[in-house]
């Protein structure tokens, strides 16, 4: 009877480890796959790659300013893609064309150079030349890029456009675009304008759940960059000579 006994307690008893196994091994499956599938790509950060290329496809004889004259033809493709796990919402992005003139000058000392070189490498993108330098700088065109609201992971949009450039004026062609994106975008709006000094700029907006506007001014914008919003600007910015 003693041994019955002993080999009844002994059943349970592995009967509850193996039960105590199995609940283990499923909770560390379901925390395993929560973790793996949920988490790390909810922490992940936001992200979209952007390429810009320009190519000149031809010159039209027309008539140009009421005369008879020539038009370049510019291909710009440009496409973006979301290459995080998570969904990017997208805000309106813009892009703005501009010609300049580049005219020769005296080809200064390398002293004169440096101090240009030092006060303008302090803004985005600057740069400078010995001995020609840009002499202006005219808006030619600007528009919307892309209507679609998100990119879900590793998904690309792409669009081609035609710009038209009247030629022997410009000497080189240089196109901005602009992606403002965020993790989420259900409470946000932005509106573009062009100021007198021809930059494109962004105006935001905070939307309450009836969908009335709230200005968002330049300082509370730190605030959005960080979650539940995660807003971000991407950039593209390429030139060709039209020469």
């Known amino acids: 009877m003693a041994n019955s006994r002993e080999r009844t307690f002994a059943e349970k008893v592995s009967t509850w480890v193996q039960i105590i196994g199995i609940v283990v091994a499923t909770v560390w499956g379901a925390y395993t796959f929560i973790y793996k599938e949920i988490t790390i790509p909810r922490s992940a950060p936001i992200n979209v790659s952007v390429n810009l290329e320009l190519k000149k496809i031809g010159t039209t004889m027309t008539n140009v300013y009421d005369r008879p004259g020539s038009i370049i033809d510019v291909e710009m493709q440009i496409s973006m893609k979301n290459p995080s796990s998570r969904k990017v919402d997208l805000l309106p992005s813009v892009w703005i064309a501009y010609g300049y003139t580049v005219a020769a000058t005296k080809f200064e000392s390398i002293d004169s150079f440096a101090t240009r070189a030092t006060v303008l490498l302090k ?25 679609d609201t998100y990119l879900k992971p590793n998904e690309t949009v792409a669009r081609t456009h035609i710009l038209h450039i009247p030629a022997n004026i410009y000497d080189v062609l240089e196109v ?68």
């Open 176 to 243: 901005v675009c602009i992606f403002p994106s965020a993790a989420d975008a259900s409470k946000l709006e932005i509106e573009w304008n062009l100021d007198s000094n021809r930059v494109l700029n962004d105006v935001w907006f905070h939307l309450d759940r009836k969908g009335r506007r709230t200005l968002i001014s330049p300082d509370e914008l730190e605030y959005y960059s960080k979650p539940p919003f995660e807003c971000q600007y991407s950039r593209s910015v390429s030139q060709i000579s039209l020469r």
């Open 123 to 147: 803004y985005p993108l600057g740069f400078v030349e010995r001995g020609f330098t840009r002499t202006s700088k005219t808006v030619l065109s600007t528009g919307r890029l892309f209507t």
